[in-house]
């Protein structure tokens, strides 16, 4: 007997249904969970809870967890190539997935390195500027490629040491949600990462005027959502990154583009 996957949420470490209790058909077979404002306002109050503990992570730990998703999506390779349609350009968009992981793994210690600056000033002073996580990311995943356009913009987003609210590819939402299944195996915490799927124009609006949600990555918006977003985030001064010709790339400014940057002075000792 074939048994059909029940595809759900995953909020602050579980999977769970929306609890509106609607779906959606995307591929016209698979019942897929159409979340609601509430859902969306759950997933950020449990970011904001696991925002303190994993920022405070070390830049080595966080690099460890970013590894370990790369390690667990590795060993489910067959698994999202199918999801994604197969053939060739499926197996080397899951190939380019787990490259990011790692690739981010190993710039969670080089960030302040790279970002930070020692400030030359007029006086007795060292004057540091270091990057520092934003807070709690909402990602608007790219519709294309469903897979790809997502890990990129969350493992840049988890890099630097902010929690995400991730909104999931409206028209291909399969592989996004099934990746909530390696995150819930790859040591994060609860909250750090939550996937919701649904119609854009019902959650957008929420999560751009949501006064929790520190920063929007809206590498998959279309250029009406866009002007949208950055309207609702007006009210709350909140920043809003507009999706590029770089978006996909591999680069550390995709991650300090998402966070804050930190002046302190300190006198010199003699």
């Known amino acids: 007997m074939d048994v059909r996957k029940t595809y759900k949420l995953y909020a602050a470490g579980e ?16 019942n897929v969970p159409r ?39 590795d060993g489910r390779r067959a698994e999202f190539r199918d999801l ?18 790692v690739w ?15 400030n030359p000033v007029a006086g ?38 902010n ?18 299944e390696v995150l819930a195996t790859s040591d994060f915490p609860p909250g750090v990462v939550n996937v919701l799927s649904g119609k854009r124009e019902e959650l957008l609006p929420w999560l751009a005027s949501h ?10 918006c279309t250029a009406d959502q866009l002007g949208q977003v950055q309207e609702a985030a007006a009210g709350n001064l909140k920043r809003v990154v507009p999706p590029g010709p770089g978006a996909e ?3 550390p400014h995709a991650g300090l583009d998402l966070m804050e940057f930190k002046t302190v002075w300190h006198p010199i000792g003699v």
């Open 15 to 30: 999977f769970v249904r929306s609890e509106s209790g609607r779906t959606y058909k995307p591929d016209g077979q698979n």
């Open 35 to 73: 979340s609601s404002r509430k859902d969306l306002r759950d997933m950020v109050k449990a970011a904001r809870g696991a925002f303190p503990g994993w920022s405070r992570r070390t830049a080595m730990n966080r690099g460890q967890v970013l590894y370990r998703v790369a390690e667990m999506l």
């Open 84 to 101: 994604l349609g197969g053939g060739r350009a499926a197996g080397r968009q899951v190939d380019a997935a787990v490259e990011t992981w």
């Open 104 to 118: 981010y793994a190993g710039w969670t210690d080089k960030l302040h390195q790279f970002a930070g600056t020692v």
């Open 124 to 161: 007795p002073y060292f004057n540091f500027t270091l990057p520092e996580p934003t807070g709690v990311v909402g990602v608007v995943a790219p519709e294309e490629p469903a897979l790809l356009g997502l890990v990129r913009r969350l493992a840049a987003a988890l890099c630097g040491g």
């Open 163 to 180: 929690t995400v609210v991730a909104l999931a590819s409206e028209r291909a939402p399969l592989a996004a949600l099934t990746l909530g």
């Open 211 to 220: 006064m929790d949600v520190n920063a929007i990555d809206a590498a998959g």
């Open 249 to 251: 790339a591999l680069s």
